[in-house]
C-alpha cells in the first residue's frame, strides 16, 4: 500500500497539513515545494493581482497519480503528497504543494524535483494571468 495524497483542491492550501502528512518515523529527508503566485509587473506597466487556473480534474488527478508512481519506481519514497489549486489565487497563495518523505535527503530533493517538473511539463491544469488593468492572458505551462 502506497502513501500517497493527490487532490485537485477549489480552496487554499496548507503547507502544514502537506508537512504533517509527510511525517513518519522512517523519514530522514522531507522535501516541501510550495509554487506561489509572485508579485510581477508587466513591461507594459500592468501589476498581476492572480492567477486563475482550470483543470480537467479526473484527467489531471490520473496524470498525477502516474508521475507519483513513476517517481516511487525511481526512488524510496515513503510518503508523496500532491497538492493544486483551481479557481483564483492571489499574489503570496500557493497554487501548488508537493512533498515527498524518504529514508535521506538527496532522494527527497530529486523525487519533490521530478514531480514538480513533470506536473509543469504534462498535467491537464492551466493557468491565466489576470492584470490589475483587467486584462488576462493564458501562460504557456513550460515556461510559467
Known amino acids: ?7 485537485i483542491l477549489d480552496s487554499a492550501l496548507s503547507v502544514a ?4 502528512f509527510l511525517n513518519d518515523q522512517a523519514a530522514g529527508g522531507v522535501c516541501i515545494f510550495t509554487g506561489n ?3 510581477e509587473t508587466h513591461s507594459d506597466g ?6 486563475d487556473y482550470e483543470a480537467y480534474a479526473e484527467m489531471a488527478k490520473k496524470q498525477l ?7 516511487r519506481e525511481r526512488w524510496p519514497i515513503i510518503k508523496l503528497a500532491i497538492l493544486h489549486r483551481t ?4 499574489v503570496g497563495e500557493p497554487s501548488v504543494v508537493i512533498g515527498v518523505s524518504t529514508g535521506h535527503r538527496k532522494e ?3 523525487a519533490c524535483r521530478f514531480l514538480i517538473d513533470e506536473l509543469k511539463r504534462d498535467v491537464a491544469i492551466w493557468k491565466k494571468e489576470v492584470w490589475n488593468a483587467g486584462a ?8 510559467g
Open 1 to 7: 500500500m502506497t502513501s500517497d495524497r493527490i487532490e
Open 87 to 90: 479557481g483564483r489565487v492571489a
Open 46 to 51: 500592468r501589476e498581476l493581482v492572480a492567477l
Open 65 to 71: 497519480a502516474d508521475i507519483a508512481g513513476e517517481a
Open 136 to 143: 488576462s492572458s493564458w501562460v504557456n505551462p513550460i515556461q
Open 17 to 20: 497539513d502537506v508537512e504533517r
Open 37 to 39: 503566485t509572485r508579485a
Open 108 to 110: 527527497a530533493f530529486e
